[in-house]
């Protein structure tokens, strides 16, 4: 995978020197893809990651049915949002847009750039779908009766077999199958806390650990976040220090909204300080799939030996939003989470899991998620090339590395409620960034996702959100 | 229906008659059902009842293959047992006999007297199969997509048609879907009581109502409940009256492990008191569709013009318990139990929810629940005589008119745990009385599932457990 990395880095380099030295036109056609796979002799993603990556920084576009263009404007470079700095109150209320930008999203026509899992066009379904038929088939009683409150076994073995490598060991036994993350996240929360402690999370955050946590009568501490790394290592130790909170809950690869993937070194210290203070990290890892780079980046749980990371994640922003399968590795909790699983709800669904343990077993998930993780990955730079072309001055954008979210911050004055309200008029509808936090900030910063296959519409929608923004 | 009614009656009285008169002798064999038919011009399972109905009486037995005839034992009368009386505390553990339980029950070969379910044998797994195939093709994205939080608007619309009738209105937007009964009970406590918090349940109860109460941090009072009608009113009130509840939860049909059913009056009765106090019940009806007199009991819910009531059931009892379908009507309380729906799981599973839908659309429900019904019945029945012909003498039981489930009381000194232990060892599975309550009582007590086909293993299953209470 490195050698992939360091070829369309060469190609993309070439053809970037051949525009800047004139030997392409603003306007010329690049040779098609199968001319580039020729020349270099590599394979077609090869070639498609060197044009994504000339894509990114504007230098060249794709017209559809046409090919590859040298770009009409010039290269723009994005700066980064700043580092996070949510205030120091526990409080704070949920903005009320939430419930607005949920009811909206189901609006027929709108374009939803606000949505939080990848479209459909994305997913396996006729895949799936043989799979439940073998499930209907393979199951005693078609999956009628109660599933195991662990969940189904060999689901647990294949998901322990999909994770375990030469940096952790997962087995079956360390597995509970959830319905759903928010599931897993919820049973963790309520494993590890108390009505009235404090949790310390990143900010910006799902706005959905936030509603969780409040039902849950937990008070939240907002951490300064990174948008490349992830949430600010001292913060958490200051917090961890104080002794001000009873558990962390942290998204360590791709965080959403920020997409910030949080460095080895940062999971490691992070771990270190948990297991020195005894306070248990909940991560939430839902996103680690869908990583732009050549590996798959460790989860924090990978580091610790103790037993007090609860590692939580699904297969709902991948694969099967509906199935309502996920799972959790409780570590030192199982047998709190076991008895909350069973007093809640007794079982999960019986025959989506045996679905999603099939599509493990058989190797359609890894190969799906290569597919899904090329379209992602293209449709993150061809965003962030509308975006420089069509935003205002002074836009700024994360760069995620994985995920399908992009965060923006637009300039100081702009409130993004409003402009939610003027592009929901053009039935375009995005998530504001004061959804994000309870702290009231945010205001002039936006959620935008990329979860949908790339076009002239979406192209459009993107460009007239631009116009939008004064 | 009545006159159905009158006419098993009227058949079995006669058939009693030539019995006591003579005129038929012990072993003697009775007219075919066919006969019968034909005899007093009625339908095959009317004759049935009034067989049923004889053999419940220990009069006359049915022999595998060969047809009815006159017992050869002589008619026993087994007693109810008595209004329970439980302790006036509110603390108490739950015996750790639950998980033990639990695991055996899925060991190869016990026979399941303790199951919480009916068998998969009569459960309609091929009709379910079709449905899903159906689901799976009429959904939009075949399930992948995520279902609305409140669940699918069909199953809300069909359920909401199928209880409607000229004594309470249910429309869609009543209802919230849930993962099973279970989910749809933990949502509604979370949504009326806070850590502390005290509730009003049965006794016994249901363990799995005791287990998700302390995990709440909820404490329990247990009240008097008699074994034909339920829950007794003025010990009810006498909480109500000292506010010493702040919820009440209770299976006003065909509670488990009893059988009761409460009479309308008392329904009506409860709802008054709980509008008069001002505090919210929570309505277990899981079981009300497994009616063994001529209509479906009426639910506290049709009483109630306050929403205060959290209507809760479920098709987990009698059609798929695997499905994780369920609902709860949540009267005033539903945006809170939304918004816990919501941050808790998202939503629910959407492929398991459409074919519930059509199957109540396409009316298979209440034509499999005829079915179900007659088939309980007739095994409430058997197990009564197999129960009066083996157990000790002073042997108490319940008579359930409806549900599947049998609450025996036997001689004060017996040890139903070491009973437990006793039949495991032949591979008879009961649950022990201590399980349903956290005043550590019942232990002379068991709950009999009547929920599996009747054959000679299971009467030979009953007979050696007559022997084993010594």
């Not at 070639?47 to 010039?74: D, K, M, N, T, W």
Request: charged share 20%; glycine share 8%; aromatic share 8%.
């Amino acid at each position: 995978m490195k050698a992939n990395t360091f070829l369309y880095d060469r190609i993309a380099s070439e053809i970037e020197q051949q525009i800047t030295q004139g030997v392409l036109r603003i306007g010329d056609r690049l040779p098609s893809l199968r001319i580039i796979c020729e020349r270099y002799d590599v394979s077609q993603s090869t070639a498609l990651q060197a044009y994504y990556q000339l894509e990114a920084r504007s230098l060249i576009e794709s017209r559809p049915r046409s090919g590859y263009f040298v770009h009409r404007s010039p290269k723009k470079h994005l700066p980064l949002p700043g580092v996070s700095a949510p205030g120091q109150t526990t409080g704070g209320a949920l903005h009320e847009v939430i419930s607005r930008v949920y009811q909206d999203m189901g609006r027929n026509g709108a374009i939803p750039l606000s949505l939080g899992v990848p479209a459909l066009e994305l997913l396996p379904v006729a895949k799936l779908n043989k799979g439940l038929l073998r499930a209907m088939r393979s199951l005693a009683g078609s999956g009628l009766e109660y599933e195991q409150v662990q969940g189904n076994a060999d689901l647990r073995r294949q998901v322990a077999r999909f994770y375990s490598n030469e940096r952790q060991t997962l087995t079956e036994e360390d597995l509970v199958i959830t319905s759903g993350c928010m599931d897993a996240l919820a049973m963790s929360l309520m494993a590890v806390t108390q009505r009235g402690d404090a949790i310390a999370v990143e900010s910006p955050v799902y706005f959905g650990i936030l509603q969780l946590a409040q039902s849950l009568g937990l008070r939240v501490i907002e951490l300064p976040t990174h948008p490349q790394t992830g949430v600010e290592v001292d913060a958490l130790k200051e917090v961890l220090t104080k002794g001000q909170v009873q558990a962390c809950l942290l998204v360590s690869n791709f965080n959403n909204p920020l997409g910030s993937l949080m460095p080895d070194e940062h999971k490691q210290e992070v771990v270190r300080l948990i297991q020195h203070y005894g306070v248990p990290l909940i991560e939430d890892d839902l996103y680690g799939e869908v990583y732009f780079s050549s590996e798959r980046p460790r989860s924090c749980r990978s580091f610790d030996d103790s037993g007090l990371v609860l590692w939580c994640s699904s297969v709902s922003k991948t694969l099967a939003p509906g199935y309502r399968v996920g799972w959790v590795a409780p570590g030192k909790f199982k047998e709190e989470v076991l008895r909350r699983k069973l007093y809640h709800s007794i079982a999960g669904t019986t025959i989506t899991q045996e679905v999603i343990a099939g599509f493990l077993e058989t190797g359609r998930y890894a190969h799906h998620l290569r597919g899904l993780r090329h379209t992602l990955q293209a449709n993150a730079l061809r965003y962030t090339r509308a975006i420089a072309e069509y935003f205002p001055e002074g836009t700024k954008v994360s760069q995620p590395q994985g995920g399908f979210m992009l965060w923006l911050e637009l300039a100081e004055q702009i409130d993004s409620v409003a402009l939610y309200e003027r592009a929901m008029r053009q039935n375009i509808s995005i998530a504001p960034g004061n959804m994000f936090s309870l702290q009231d900030q945010y205001r002039n910063c936006m959620r935008l996702s990329y979860g949908m296959p790339w076009n002239e519409k979406l192209e459009d929608a993107l460009r007239r959100l631009g116009k939008l923004i004064m």
